[in-house]
């Protein structure tokens, strides 16, 4: 199987720096990750309130390939049964914490620690994942190997890779078509905005919380997996504005603030 080989974002006072080594391999057919999610084959690609937190918030939902993913980021104050997710008061590994990140928290969503998205459970590379966690009922949080699906899915849609060419070519796919920073780098992003989202998975700029405030908005989004690299890190998925291809980091600190999105179950 092929070796990923990661990058790490890492936050500088009032900047963003992130140092690409690889973006992530399309895995070859004898190392793709088995798909098990079961979804209704007759239904649309947008479903609109398709789900609804504890807290009464809906989220509208989008097909892509056998994979049914929230449209839009969590911002649950709660746990599925009802517990309250404590606001930030420490940076920890091992206590769960939300932010709100942004102004606009219907379209960022909250920020969450690792512990708060896993909600006690053991770390998970399975398809699905079988993490709850901080999810919805009916929704998990996605392992790695799920967002590796997302990626092979995308690169598989000519109409999704940017240039046509290299399969690697879909960040623009998946990132919004609103507040991504401008670069003038081709299949980047920001290059061109209007040319996103055909995926319909609307990623959008909303930064990370690294305890002292809020680092990468309109440059980035990270989204956490249900899989852990180590006690204190896990692997993040990265979308920055002048790149093109999604990033894995596998030495994210498990106590900094990401996105959440949840995969139907």
Partial sequence: MKKIIAFICAAAFFAMACEKE???????????P???TQVDPSSEVFILNAVTD???NSYDA???????????????THFPNGDAIPGFTTTSNTDPYYVAGLTDVVAHGLLYNWPAVMHGASSSDANPSGVQGVCPDGWHVPSYAEWMQLNEYCGSQSAWVCGG??????AKSLASDTLWRATNKICAIGNDLTANNASGFSAMP???FTGSG???YLDLTTFWSATAENETSSLDICLLSDRSYMYIDDSSDKYIGYSVRCVQD
């Fill in 34 to 36: 088995s798909d098990t």
């Fill in 206 to 208: 909303s930064g990370y």
């Fill in 54 to 56: 504890f807290d009464g």
């Fill in 165 to 170: 060419e290299s399969v690697e070519h879909i």
């Fill in 22 to 32: 690889e973006p992530i391999p399309t895995p070859d057919d004898s190392t793709n």
């Fill in 214 to 216: 809020i680092y990468g």
């Fill in 62 to 76: 989008v097909r892509i390939g056998n994979q049914v993913w929230m449209a839009s980021n969590l911002r649950t």
